[in-house]
């Protein structure tokens, strides 16, 4: 990809009805079917080779990847990126390049595609942290969260980084697994966090709260973190957006209308729908806001 931060953040409660939602809907990443060698399918010859030749073509397809965009090079890869490939052979380092950036292009658009990318990517270069970290970031984009979970780790015994701790902890949740989730919210590696990787953590372990029924220890876990920083980041959007939300949840409604309007004062980008919410729980409490 471009450029490779941490892994983005976990859009659990990025801004959806319930606070709680898991991306957008996309189907399952897969591999496409191919063709023959002169543009038609391959003959069935019984099934002593039908299996064989499909799991072929399966394994290649995957291998090839996606169409890359002419203009993509490569070389618009961040240079700390790049230099993590200059162990492969050149023309090798250059596709998987490729691949990278042309998945960072898609990821948000349409992360199936941008799945597919990584996964042409990690076919040619599994044992680069880097890679398995994008494959990882496109298919939690693409909602394989049992994939997603599974690059990140093989990316973390890589390179050892704690960046992606909130993330694998919401591919928990979303694996239904909330108790593991919050297991990963009390390593120790987290205190060493950034700030903002701390918010998602606590967005996370929130919702995992939530999720296994304990709507007061979600307030108490969003409570303790910096609900009031002066700072505009989206870390502080996304942390006052998931406490208006489970406040609602808590049957607070009035508390819930002020933290959405105090989100909706740091949510510049419109990140959230707060300004929505706000005005839903306005129209549910039927006082007009000058009123109040």
Request: hydrophobic content about 40%.
């Amino acid at each position: 990809m471009p450029k490779q931060p941490p892994p983005a953040a976990p859009r659990r409660g990025s801004g959806g009805r319930s606070g709680d939602g898991r991306g957008r809907g996309r189907p399952a990443a897969s591999a496409r079917g191919g063709q023959g060698r002169e543009g038609r399918a391959p003959e069935r010859r019984g099934p002593e080779r039908r299996g064989p030749e499909r799991a072929r073509t399966v394994e290649q397809s995957v291998y090839d990847g996606p169409p890359i965009p002419e203009e993509v090079t490569g070389r618009e890869l961040d240079r700390t990126v790049a230099a993590q490939l200059r162990g492969l052979p050149e023309k090798l380092a250059a596709r998987v390049a490729r691949h990278l950036v042309a998945a960072g292009l898609v990821l948000d658009s349409d992360p199936r595609t941008a799945y597919r990318h990584t996964l042409a990517a990690r076919a040619r270069a599994a044992r680069i942290a880097v890679v398995r970290e994008a494959c990882g970031e496109a298919a939690y984009a693409a909602e394989e969260y049992a994939e997603a979970l599974s690059e990140l780790k093989a990316a973390r015994r890589m390179n050892g980084s704690k960046d992606y701790l909130a993330v694998m902890a919401d591919c928990e949740r979303a694996l239904g697994r909330p108790e593991r989730a919050l297991a990963m919210a009390r390593n120790p590696s987290v205190a060493d966090l950034s700030p903002s990787l701390k918010a998602e953590m606590t967005i996370v372990e929130a919702g995992a709260r939530r999720d296994l029924g304990e709507v007061d220890a979600a307030l108490r876990t969003l409570e303790n973190a910096p609900l009031r920083s002066q700072s505009r980041e989206d870390w502080v959007v996304r942390l006052r957006y998931a406490y208006a939300d489970s406040l609602l949840a808590a049957g607070r409604t009035e508390d819930a209308l002020e933290w959405f309007h105090r989100t909706v004062a740091v949510d510049a980008e419109e990140i959230t729908d707060a300004a929505d919410r706000a005005a839903e729980v306005e129209r549910g409490l039927g006082t007009p806001p000058a009123a109040r």
